[in-house]
């Protein structure tokens, strides 16, 4: 089948998914389309009807869309961390508060980087990031404070 072809008939299905990752964030939308938009005729020329996984052609597409959106959203979350680490510096130029944190976040995961930035830099709650990763609001919760909770260890050892 002709990737473009698919694509416009399908079109409704990758605009969603790409909604669906971007939360409502209109410039994180733009990034995700950017990056996966691409991808679409190399996603569909993949597909063969005797794949592995027996996904439709739709359902194998749409899930591939929604693999490469997360990836992208991830990249998306860490080029705006240097920004956050350069604002926690106190007004007076207080270096010594900005090397700490720097060396805080970047001593997590990529996975608790993301959970605390989105809930406590883009204000997520946790049932939006819950809806977001496929999770309940409760295990949402979890991860965040987890994650803060190795942040707050990593801050004792930089003391």
């Excluded at 996975?111 to 949402?140: I, P, Q």
Aim: charged share 30%.
């Amino acid at each position: 089948m002709n990737a473009w072809r698919w694509y416009e008939d399908n079109a409704a299905l990758v605009t969603l998914t790409l909604a669906r990752v971007a939360r409502g964030d209109p410039e994180l939308y733009d990034v995700l389309w950017e990056d996966v938009i691409v991808r679409v005729p190399v996603i569909v020329g993949h597909w063969r009807p005797d794949h592995p996984s027996g996904a439709s052609l739709t359902t194998y597409v749409v899930a591939q869309v929604r693999r490469y959106a997360y990836k992208a959203r991830r990249k998306y979350f860490d080029r705006r961390l240097g920004p956050v680490v350069e604002d926690v510096a106190c007004d007076d130029g207080n270096r010594e508060d900005r090397d700490e944190v720097q060396y805080i976040l970047e001593g997590l995961s990529p996975d608790d980087r993301e959970m605390l930035v989105t809930h406590y830099m883009h204000g997520v709650t946790f049932e939006e990031m819950g809806w977001g990763l496929n999770v309940s609001k409760r295990t949402a919760f979890t991860r965040v404070h987890a994650a803060l909770r190795r942040a707050k260890e990593r801050a004792r050892d930089a003391r």
